[in-house]
C-alpha cells in the first residue's frame, strides 16, 4: 500500500521535473509510510528520491519506525540541519512542503545556494485527495459515527438549554464512540448567531421559534467526518422553513451532478444558481465545499475558482448556506465520495427541516 503510494508521488514529481522531495507534514508521512509522530518544534523529514533511495529523518526522542528506508537519527543537541544537508543533492532542484518552516529551510537554502527549491506539495496533496479503498471505508466509518451522534443530538436538545450544553453533549458523545477526537470544535448556533457560518458556541439559551445549526466531526481512525443539519425549536416562520428548503434543494442539486470528469466548479453554480434564483444569492457567503481526508480540510475546494475536475476516491463536503445578518441562517453539509461511475452520499441523517426540543 506504501510503496504505491509513494509510486505516485513519484510520478507527479518527474512530471514536474524534480528527482527529489523532502516532506515534512507529519499526516503526509504517516499516508506514505505508515509511520507517525508530532514533532512539536523538531525537524522531522522523509526524503524521497526518484531512485527509491528514501529516507526517515528523525529525532531520538521518539519511537523506532518500521520503514524499509534508511534511517537518519540525531538529538536535540546535534547540529541536525546539517546532517540534513549531508544526505541531500544540493545539485539538483528540490521539492518542499508548502508549510515547511523557514527556521528548517533557509538554512539548506544557504548550504546549497545553487539549489532551487520548490513547491512541491501537490504531488503528495493530489495523492491524499484520491481515497484508496482502504481510506473510503474509514471515511464511511468516520461518517456513521457522525449521523448517529447528530442523531443522538437531535434528542438531546430542550428549549432552555445553552448552546455550549449541546456542544459538550457531542464532545461527549464521540468519546462514547471511541473517537479519537473531533475533527474541529462542534459549531453550534442558534437563530440569529447562525447568520455567522462559524459562530463559536456560547451560554445562549435555546427559545422558542430559534433555528439551530449544528456542524459536527469526529476524527476516527486519523480519518474525519463533518456534516451540518439545521432544525428548528418548535414552529419554524413560513420564511425560515422556505429558506430551508431553498438550500436543501441546492445541496441535492449539486449532489445529483457529481461523477467522474464533471468541473466542481460546475457543483457550485449549480448551488448558487439556485439560491440566487430565489434572491439570495448575496446571503450564500462562501465556497461549495471543501476537500477532507485526515484533516477536515484538505487541499482542494468545490468553488467558483477551482479548475479541479472529479475523480474517483475524491471526499468532499457539499455545503450551501444562506446567512441573513441578525436574523437567522441555514447550513445543510454532507460528506460526498466520488466513485467510479457516480457519487455516494456519506451522510444519512435527513436533511428536511426538523422541529426539535
Known amino acids: 500500500m506504501y510503496e504505491k503510494r509513494i509510486q505516485r508521488v513519484l510520478e ?145 436538545i430542550r428549549e432552555g438549554m445553552t448552546e455550549r450544553e449541546i456542544a459538550d453533549y457531542i464532545v461527549a458523545q464521540y468519546a462514547v464512540e471511541g473517537c479519537d477526537a473531533m475533527a474541529f470544535q462542534p459549531i453550534v448556533s442558534f437563530g440569529a448567531h447562525a447568520a455567522d457560518p462559524h459562530h463559536e458556541a456560547d451560554q445562549t439559551r435555546l427559545k422558542a421559534g430559534d433555528c439551530i445549526v449544528i456542524d459536527m466531526g469526529c476524527r476516527k481512525d486519523r480519518y474525519c467526518s463533518d456534516m451540518t443539519r439545521t432544525f428548528f425549536c418548535g414552529q419554524p416562520a413560513a420564511k425560515h422553513a422556505a429558506i430551508h428548503d431553498l438550500v436543501r434543494e441546492a445541496n441535492e442539486r449539486a449532489e445529483a451532478l457529481i461523477r467522474p470528469g464533471v ?16 434572491g439570495y444569492g448575496e446571503f450564500f457567503t462562501h465556497r461549495l465545499g471543501h476537500f477532507i481526508g485526515q484533516t477536515e480540510h484538505e487541499k482542494g475546494d468545490v468553488s467558483s475558482a477551482t479548475d479541479l475536475i472529479a475523480k474517483p476516491g475524491m471526499v468532499f463536503s457539499i455545503e450551501p448556506g444562506v446567512y441573513l445578518p441578525g436574523e437567522f441562517g441555514v447550513r445543510v453539509e454532507d460528506l460526498v465520495l466520488v466513485t467510479e461511475d457516480g457519487c455516494e452520499i456519506l451522510n444519512h441523517v435527513d436533511k428536511h427541516w426538523r422541529s426539535v426540543g
Request: proline share 6%; with cysteine; glycine share 4%.
Open 12 to 156: 507527479a514529481l518527474e512530471a514536474m521535473g524534480l528527482e527529489q522531495m523532502i516532506v515534512s507534514d507529519p499526516d503526509s508521512i504517516w499516508y506514505l509510510t505508515g509511520y507517525y509522530v508530532y514533532p512539536f518544534e523538531r525537524l522531522f523529514a522523509l526524503y524521497l528520491r526518484r531512485d527509491g533511495n528514501h529516507k526517515l529523518f528523525l529525532n531520538r526522542l521518539f519511537p523506532v519506525p518500521e520503514a524499509p528506508w534508511e534511517q537518519v537519527w540525531f538529538s536535540d543537541t546535534d547540529d541536525y540541519l546539517s546532517i540534513l544537508a549531508q544526505h541531500v543533492d544540493g545539485t539538483k532542484p528540490m521539492g518542499v512542503d508548502k508549510d515547511w518552516p523557514a527556521r528548517f529551510l533557509l538554512p539548506l537554502m544557504a548550504a546549497y545556494p545553487g539549489c532551487r527549491c520548490v513547491v512541491a506539495s501537490d504531488c503528495v496533496d493530489d495523492a491524499r485527495a484520491c481515497k484508496d479503498a482502504a481510506e473510503r471505508d474509514l471515511m464511511r466509518t468516520a461518517s456513521a459515527i457522525n449521523d448517529t451522534v447528530m442523531e443522538r443530538a437531535m434528542a438531546f
Open 263 to 278: 468541473p466542481l466548479r460546475d457543483l457550485d453554480k449549480a448551488a448558487r444558481d439556485h439560491i440566487a434564483a430565489a
